[in-house]
């Protein structure tokens, strides 16, 4: 278990270290970002000591030096357009980014594993027909659009909640949260919805392929046999057997869900750090999009690294199979 | 070849069970079609300055414009009548979408299959390389891309295929190491035929129901992808707008109660979307094996 342990560690490392080579050269080797740090009538040497200061006349090595270094010290550059150092920018941002995804991923896995089960235990009833075919529809309608349509029927035609914006915020921890006020909440609830939709539908059809494909097996064939009510057989077996597909798409869901948060925020004005990834694209604040894919990845590579670690803690088959 | 047509038609007619499979399968042919004439039916070239005038931007639907006929959609912010907008809208999505789809099969495909039939460390490198970018979201990846590569036509299909050429490795890879260790691979290996041969007459043959189906898949999720990214601003130039585009254009005018501008192109791109994506999924039950009874 320990090597186990050890292997996937050392491989996460090699990902990470990888991903901040290509990530950085990538987005260093494009535009020239002076042009839009200083403004159009500069002089010359205010021009260059912009440059000096900035560390743009070093050579692209020696830039990735500096910042590998300056990574692990827990720097990752200031922000060329806000001046300031990125990590505050993005954690002063992360709070509403966090609260918007987490309740979403949580929403759209308890309900739609529940009516996953469902349409999977009774494939044919009209409302599993129902059900299958709005995911149909969650799936494969872009969130963007579900984003506007949600605006504009809620916010524009009803009026019942804000189209954009965070609300009222509590500060707990020194930090500013939405979701225990009223008015919070309302700003949450439509990108949030918007969010979740597309979750939803991936774990209605994931619950729903797992339980039309264990119903038929011997294990609940003998559990029925065995006497066992209906009820018991969903609960105690179906959702042991069906948990492994689901708590691995449940870890890269609130990944991707962080990604797509990119689109919600635009859409919902939500000040999180999806917004700020936008805005850093447009004007090319190179260290914001490093400092922020460093980040997506480190949280990518760790999350699979906690899949697997589950996964060996629930299916011995896995530990062996790495061990041998 | 017959046997292929007796196939073909076997699967048409399992096919044609379904109505709303059937349904999805004309709505995309009409889409398509659509998309082909758009020159020839729509009532305006959406392109030429010279046909648009500012006074008619913003009409409501069944306003009659300064070029004498009524736009039955209405028009958007530059005055475009909005019907032969989203034909011509629809061209490049489906041109994009296909393209996208086309090039990632292509390279995924041989990526994944050489990986299954070369083994060892090819297999180890470009497996490991897919199984990281399949662990990032494609949104994520397509919007570094275009960031990094600038808007335009071939910038914006290269980050599609960037972001998606992985899923048909996988696929491939997957159907191909299957293939690789049946009595039949090793057969004709010891005859010996060359392994090009082996590879592309008989291997990839059998690997092409699954991606078939992965490609039906893609290709909507491409035209998203670039619906969304144009609408976050970093997909075409304004000029030849795509269908995320018009409904970009729209966006800020929604909340005035202007809703036209950005709905129809919407109701649009997302008939065309559910329809591929329905024809998809009749395809994947009938290729899957574990469905039949």
């Known amino acids: 278990m320990l090597g186990f342990i050890i292997q996937r560690f050392i491989q996460a490392v090699g990902v990470m270290a990888v991903m901040s080579v290509i990530v950085f050269f990538g987005v260093y080797a494009i535009g020239n970002p002076i042009d839009i740090v200083i403004p159009p009538d500069a002089t010359q040497e205010i021009r260059l000591e912009a440059i000096r200061r900035l560390g743009l006349d ?31 920018l993005i954690g002063g941002r992360l709070p509403a980014t966090l609260e918007l995804v987490l309740i979403s991923v949580i929403c759209a896995t308890v309900l739609g594993v529940s009516l996953g089960i469902y349409a999977g235990y009774r ?22 659009w579900v984003g506007l349509i949600l605006i504009l029927f ?87 057997l069906i948990s492994i597909p689901i708590i691995t798409v449940f870890g890269l869901e609130l990944g991707s869900t962080l990604a797509f948060a990119v689109v919600t925020e635009t859409i919902f004005s939500w000040p999180g750090v999806g917004k700020l990834i936008i805005d850093s694209i447009a004007v090319l604040d190179r260290p914001v999009m490093v400092a922020y894919l460093i980040l997506v990845a480190f949280l990518f590579v760790t999350i699979n690294f906690v899949i697997d670690l589950v996964f060996a803690l629930i299916d011995p088959r896995v530990r062996h199979g790495a061990s041998a | 070849m017959s046997a292929d047509r007796s196939r073909l038609s076997l699967f048409w007619a399992e096919y044609r069970e379904n109505r709303s499979a059937v349904l999805a399968l004309v709505i995309v042919a009409v889409m398509i079609l659509l998309a082909l004439f758009a020159g020839l039916i729509s009532p305006q070239d959406p392109y030429d300055l010279a046909n648009l005038s500012l006074r008619d931007s913003r009409r409501p639907p069944g306003f009659v414009g300064s070029g004498g006929y009524t736009h039955i959609l209405g028009t958007d912010p530059q005055g475009r009548d909005l019907l032969s907008a989203i034909f011509y809208g629809l061209r490049i999505s489906i041109q994009i979408g296909l393209a996208a789809g086309f090039v990632s099969l292509t390279i995924g495909t041989t990526l994944g299959i050489l ?57 491939a890879y997957g159907a191909a190491k299957a293939e690789r260790g049946k009595d039949y691979i090793e057969a004709a290996l010891a005859i010996p035929l060359s392994a090009r041969l082996v590879l592309w007459r008989h291997m990839l043959p059998n690997c092409t129901p699954p991606l078939i189906v992965v490609a039906t898949v893609q290709i909507a999720n491409s035209i998203s992808l670039e619906a969304t990214l144009s609408f976050l601003g970093l997909g075409l130039p ?11 254009n729209g966006f800020p005018y929604m909340m005035s109660g202007r809703y036209w501008i950005s709905v129809y192109p919407g109701v649009a791109l997302i008939i065309l979307i559910v329809a591929i994506n329905i024809v998809g999924d009749q395809v994947r039950d009938q290729f899957n094996p574990r469905l039949r009874r």
């Open chain 1, 58 to 88: 070093q050579p692209l090595y020696q830039k990735y030096f500096t910042f590998v270094s300056n990574l692990l010290q827990g720097d990752l550059g200031r922000s060329f357009v806000y001046n300031m150092p990125v990590l505050e």
């Open chain 1, 123 to 144: 494939p044919d009833s009209w409302v599993s027909k129902t059900i299958m075919a709005v995911s149909v529809l969650g799936f494969s309608v872009p969130s963007f």
């Open chain 2, 238 to 248: 304004v000029t030849e707008p795509s269908l995320g585009m018009l409904i970009s």
């Open chain 1, 154 to 240: 809620f916010a524009v035609h009803l009026g019942w909640l804000p189209a954009g914006g965070r609300g009222d915020t509590v500060m707990i921890w020194g930090v500013a949260w939405s979701f225990p006020t009223l008015n919070g909440l309302s700003h949450i609830a439509l990108p949030a919805i918007n969010l979740a939709l597309f979750k939803l539908a991936m774990m209605i059809r994931l619950a729903r392929a797992g339980t039309r494909e264990i119903m038929l097996t011997d294990t609940i064939k003998f559990a029925r046999a065995a006497g066992l009510s209906e009820a018991t057989i969903l609960r105690r077996h179906l959702l042991k």
């Open chain 2, 115 to 171: 990986a299954a039939y070369l083994g060892g460390r090819v297999e180890t490198l470009i497996m490991r390389l897919v199984d990281l970018q399949l662990s990032f979201p494609a949104i994520l990846l397509a919007l570094v891309i275009v960031a990094l590569l600038g808007q335009g036509k071939a910038q914006l299909i290269g980050a599609l295929v960037a972001a998606q050429y992985a899923y048909f490795a996988r696929t």
